[in-house]
């Protein structure tokens, strides 16, 4: 079983920055991670991934803004967001790269992070 807790969103005005942190609680150290967001009213949408071995993808909204990393040693995954934008606001989620199965997955889901952009 793994858990995960996301931290360090909060408020932050457009073009502002924050980064987050995922504490995993398991090990995924050759496991592929992904962060995701969901805005109210809308679906969860995959941010961002990276593989065991530090390949990453990134959503078209987000490329060139985002940094994802992971620290296997400290178990934790991370997403830099710079020049964030109104539209970036959500609730961020981290979990494994969920691949095509995100529209149906029904397994765990931490409490995610708010981030807000916003004057």
């Known amino acids: 079983q793994v858990q995960f807790v996301e931290s360090g969103g909060g408020l932050v005005q457009p073009g502002g920055s924050l980064r987050l942190s995922c504490a995993v609680h398991?090990?995924?150290?050759?496991?592929?991670m992904g962060w995701y967001r969901q805005a109210p009213g809308k679906q969860r949408e995959l941010v961002a991934t990276?593989?065991?071995?530090?390949?990453?993808t990134y959503a078209d909204s987000v490329k060139g803004r985002f940094t994802i990393s992971r620290d296997n040693a400290r178990n934790a995954l991370y997403l830099q967001m710079n020049v964030l934008k109104p539209e970036d606001t959500a609730v961020y989620y981290c979990?494994?790269?969920?691949?095509?199965?995100?529209?149906?997955?029904?397994?765990?889901w931490g409490q995610g992070t708010q981030v807000t952009v916003s004057s």
């Open positions: 979990n494994i790269d969920l691949g095509n199965r995100l529209s149906d997955y029904g397994g765990y």
């Open positions: 398991g090990t995924v150290r050759f496991v592929a």
């Open positions: 990276i593989t065991g071995s530090d390949t990453i």
